[in-house]
């Protein structure tokens, strides 16, 4: 079992900075990757950013340039460093985090945290 608590959401300004937190527990053995998500109202849900197990990462072209994922193995945590906020931006964001057991592939999800992008 895994468990994802995210962290750092709010009300942010156009052009303004927030830094998401998503700090995993439980049996973590292998992770396959970590990713950020987000939905938007009326929306379907679409991924933000990725690293791999190995550290690559990817990013949406949306946010290329202002979105940056990282992650901290000592602390089990992955962030999402979100500048240049726009209104667009404005969704709740996802948490994921994909592990490897033998040849299985699991899926877990945080609880989500709301990003406002308004003046």
């Known amino acids: 079992q895994v468990q994802l608590v995210e962290s750092g959401g709010g009300l942010v300004q156009p052009g303004g900075s927030l830094r998401l937190s998503c700090a995993a527990s439980g049996s973590i053995f292998s992770i396959y990757a970590m990713a950020w998500y987000r939905q938007a109202p009326g929306k379907q849900r679409e991924l933000v950013a990725s690293?791999?197990?190995?550290?690559?990462?990817g990013a949406a072209d949306s946010v290329k340039g202002r979105f940056t994922i990282s992650r901290d193995n000592a602390k089990n945590t992955v962030y999402l460093q979100m500048n240049s906020l726009k209104p667009e931006d404005t969704a709740v964001y996802y948490c994921?985090?994909?592990?490897?057991?033998?040849?299985?592939?699991?899926?877990?999800w945080g609880q989500g945290t709301q990003v406002t992008v308004s003046s």
């Open positions: 690293i791999t197990g190995g550290g690559s990462t």
């Open positions: 994921n985090v994909a592990t490897m057991t033998g040849s299985r592939i699991n899926d877990y």
